[in-house]
């Protein structure tokens, strides 16, 4: 068998066992109930952390750059869970607007696939993979100008390697 093969074999079967082990780990979170400890315990450290002004905290638990999901979980002041967003939706896209900053960018979308600049055109993209389907992997880009600020949003698409 080619290596080739073999890699887009393996990858596709993580790509689809991952969102299996979500659905079990996500089982385990009651809104309402569980605490910040045991969300820890359960989903292990986010990748990033925001805190509100109310005492509200988020988490952030990006399935990128392979998935097409990214997870944000939402506590109270209280400590206790909220809410479990997945967040890469057509809904959170179209609310990215001109002029928006890469920390707002990250906090909507979470952790992107991939980012990327590029020198001649002084920008930077940011994208996130949003399916897989007919041997294609389909992305929804965030272009920055360098001060940060978000200058236009596209898509794209490219075979899924190893076809």
Known sequence: MSRKLLVGFFSGLLAFLLPGCDSVKLEKL????????????????PTMEWLDSDG?????YPR?????VNYMIDFGPDRILREVRQVLTKENFARVKE??????????????????????????VWDWKTKSENSYDYFFDVYFDEQGHVTRTGTHYKPISGN
């Open 64 to 68: 990128t750059p392979n998935g097409v």
């Open 30 to 45: 009651q809104p309402g109930i569980t605490t910040m400890a045991q969300t820890r315990e359960v989903m292990g450290p």
């Open 56 to 60: 509200s905290v988020s988490w952030e």
């Open 99 to 124: 002029g928006m900053t890469r920390e707002q960018i990250r906090r909507l979308l979470g952790q992107p696939a991939s980012e990327q600049y590029f020198s001649l055109k002084r920008e930077y």
